[in-house]
Nanobody, 122 residues
Framework: VQLQASGGGLVQAGNSLRLSCSASGRTFSSLAVSWFRQAPGKERDFVATISGSGGSTSYADSVKGRFTISRDNAKNTVYPQMNSLKPEDTAVYYC????????????????WGQGTLVTVSS
């Protein structure tokens, strides 16, 4: 499975951004997809996850109520919609996929995208 993350950029605090994670190489609907982020000098943290069907989602407390994750299996793409962005959301965002069950543990994921940088200015 190859994952391609895109959509990052520079935004002002309070604004919105939508990232994309496109996949190829395997039946996409069989994969749980999650987003993680890594700020400079910090560990990689869980952001959000969505099941293969899209029927189950979960979020980190830090983004709950601001971020929404969705997927379009016909397009093999997962979208995190990020609203009310804060400077502390600045990080490189990575998408990751694994067969079957969702998990917030990064080391359980088989496939990773290359990361896309999100910078939120105050």
């Amino acid at each position: 499975v190859q994952l391609q993350a895109s959509g990052g950029g520079l935004v002002q605090a309070g604004n919105s951004l939508r990232l994309s994670c496109s996949a190829s190489g395997r039946t996409f609907s069989s994969l749980a997809v999650s987003w993680f982020r890594q700020a400079p000098g910090k560990e990689r943290d869980f952001v959000a996850t969505i099941s293969g069907s899209g029927g189950s989602t979960s979020y980190a407390d830090s983004v709950k109520g601001r971020f929404t994750i969705s997927r379009d299996n016909a397009k093999n793409t997962v979208y995190p919609q990020m609203n009310s962005l804060k400077p502390e959301d600045t990080a490189v965002y990575y998408c990751a996929a694994r067969p079957l069950a969702q998990t917030a543990w990064a080391d359980r994921y088989n496939y990773w995208g290359q990361g896309t940088l999100v910078t939120v200015s105050s």
